[in-house]
């Protein structure tokens, strides 16, 4: 059950878009279409961004997307904004069973 | 609206037990499986235990199968985890969260720290 790998940091400008990858192997990621992608700001409790690879429940902006292709799924954040800071975490089922998070990625809007 | 409030973390030392507790409110607790995931000071996420919605099947992370025990109580609204053996490593905000669907987490609780150490 090791963490799913995720690029310690990204960074972007005001407006434009940034892709987060999250890579993992054929018994989590490329298994299942179970991945679920969360925010997680300073002191605050994680929030759902993406479910099911590329969902986004209600409220979530639509400048949230996600997608998966073999053993590596990806987070975009397009037009990005001063309160997209912050980091995030993938995470996906496994054939065991269980769950896994990623290593997280901490945004940095520029 | 959807609440889960988690209590019973502290300040224990190494290789004693603690037992977290999960109450919720706002939903149909036996409609759904719960997890439970912590986070280490300045760490990432970890999920470390899963049950289904009648309590007949559980799920363990590597690092704290045989230690811990996931549990829940239907009458009550309330999801436990019994932690054994503590080591200094599951010091963490321990955070219990609702599954809509395999992998789909959401609320999420405010978490209580668990502090390990002598």
């Known amino acids: 059950q090791s963490a799913l790998t995720q690029p310690a940091s990204v960074s972007g400008s005001l407006g434009q878009s940034i892709t987060i990858s999250c890579t993992g192997s054929i018994s989590d990621v490329g298994a299942f279409n179970y991945v679920s992608w969360f925010q997680q700001h300073p002191g605050k409790v994680p929030k759902l961004m993406i479910f099911?690879?590329?969902h986004r429940p209600s409220g979530v902006s639509h400048r949230f997307s996600g997608s998966k292709s073999g053993n590596t799924a990806s987070l975009t954040i397009s037009g990005l904004q001063a309160e997209d800071e912050a980091d995030y975490y993938c995470?996906?089922?496994?054939?065991?069973?269980?769950?896994?998070f990623g290593t997280g990625t901490k945004v940095t809007v520029l | 609206e959807e609440q889960l409030v988690e209590s019973g973390g502290g300040l224990v030392e190494p290789g004693r037990s603690l037992r977290l507790s999960c109450v919720v409110s706002?939903?149909?607790?036996?409609?759904?499986?719960m997890h439970w995931v912590r986070q280490g000071p300045g760490k990432g996420l970890e999920w470390v235990s899963g049950i289904n919605w009648n309590g007949a099947s559980q799920g363990y992370a590597d690092s704290v199968r045989g230690r811990f025990t996931i549990s829940r109580d239907n009458a009550k609204n309330s999801l436990y985890l019994q932690m054994n053996s503590l080591r200094v490593e599951d010091t963490a905000f321990y955070y219990c969260t609702k599954a809509r669907s395999l992998n789909y987490f959401d609320p999420w609780g405010l978490g209580t720290l668990v502090i390990v150490s002598s």
């Open positions: 706002g939903f149909t607790f036996d409609d759904y499986a």
């Open positions: 099911d690879v590329s």
């Open positions: 995470s996906s089922y496994t054939t065991f069973s269980t769950s896994v």
